[in-house]
């Protein structure tokens, strides 16, 4: 989890020195805005996570077994904040921040099967709280590096105790084996210490190419015990 708490704090120590008065002022009124905003995102984050959940526990009554496997929420760090407004050349600020990122507040689910992985998005979309923005179905059409996934950007209200906000959500779904795949093929690609080859990159498909029939065996073993 990102330290959001600790960016004010650099950021308030940093200006301490400062002397014009006004310019420490406007810097922590903004700094309170973020970490205001910030708080926003974690708590629709919340929101979401909840209705997961929930969404588990009635599945887990019906069918007795699980179709979540895990749940792991992350709030986009700061220093990403600004690489990626910066990269889309948006403007440094509070508002663009909100109105432009789609993705500050991250769920990820993990799924035992595929079929677990439609069977929650549908059953998330159709609660009356939850606009759909966006959905990418990395599952039906991989990316080209093999990278398989489904990708909700929602928006979902927040209740503060003056106001009613709407905050969006990023929502990745995925099974373990596409889970499993994707946490390599990211630490392969970012992690700077050694050269990514062409070779790694075909292996990796090959992984992908391996793990999406993995998949499908499964849930075809799954569905004869479910029958
Ligand atoms: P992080 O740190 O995980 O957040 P956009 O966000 O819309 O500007 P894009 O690429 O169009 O960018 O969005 P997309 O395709 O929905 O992907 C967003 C996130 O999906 C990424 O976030 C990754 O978490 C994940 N993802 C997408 N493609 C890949 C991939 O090929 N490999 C892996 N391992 N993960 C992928 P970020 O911002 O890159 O990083």
Redo the contacts with the bound molecule.
């Keep these: 989890m990102p330290n959001i708490k600790s960016f004010q704090d650099v950021l308030e120590k940093e200006f301490s020195y400062a002397t014009d008065k006004y310019a420490i002022n406007f810097l922590k009124e903004k700094t309170k805005d973020f970490v205001k905003l910030m708080s926003y995102y974690r708590c629709a984050m919340m929101e979401i996570e909840t209705k997961f959940n929930v969404l588990n526990e009635e599945f887990s009554l019906e069918h007795d077994r699980n179709p979540i496997s895990s749940i792991k929420t992350?709030l986009?760090s700061v220093e990403?904040i600004l690489g990626?407004l910066e990269r889309?050349s948006l403007p440094n600020s509070i508002e663009s921040i909100e109105d432009n990122?789609?993705?500050i507040a991250?769920i990820r689910v993990i799924c035992p099967f595929p079929d677990d992985v439609y069977i929650l998005a549908e059953a998330l979309l159709k609660q009356d709280d939850i606009t759909l923005i966006e959905k990418?179905d990395?599952i039906a059409n991989p990316?080209s590096?093999g990278?398989r996934?489904l990708?909700l950007i929602v928006s979902i209200p927040i209740f503060l105790k003056e106001e009613k906000r709407i905050m969006k959500v990023?929502i990745?779904l995925r099974t373990i084996a596409m889970d499993f795949w994707?946490?390599l093929?990211?630490r392969l690609?970012y992690k700077k210490d050694y050269v990514f080859t062409p070779e790694m990159e075909e292996e990796l498909k090959e992984c992908a190419f391996m793990s999406a029939e993995l998949d499908k065996k499964m849930d075809n073993l799954r569905k004869i015990t479910e029958k």
Aim: hydrophobic share 10%.
């Design positions: 992350r986009k990403s990626k889309k990122l789609n993705d991250g990418k990395y990316k590096n990278y996934s990708h990023e990745q994707a946490t093929e990211h690609k």
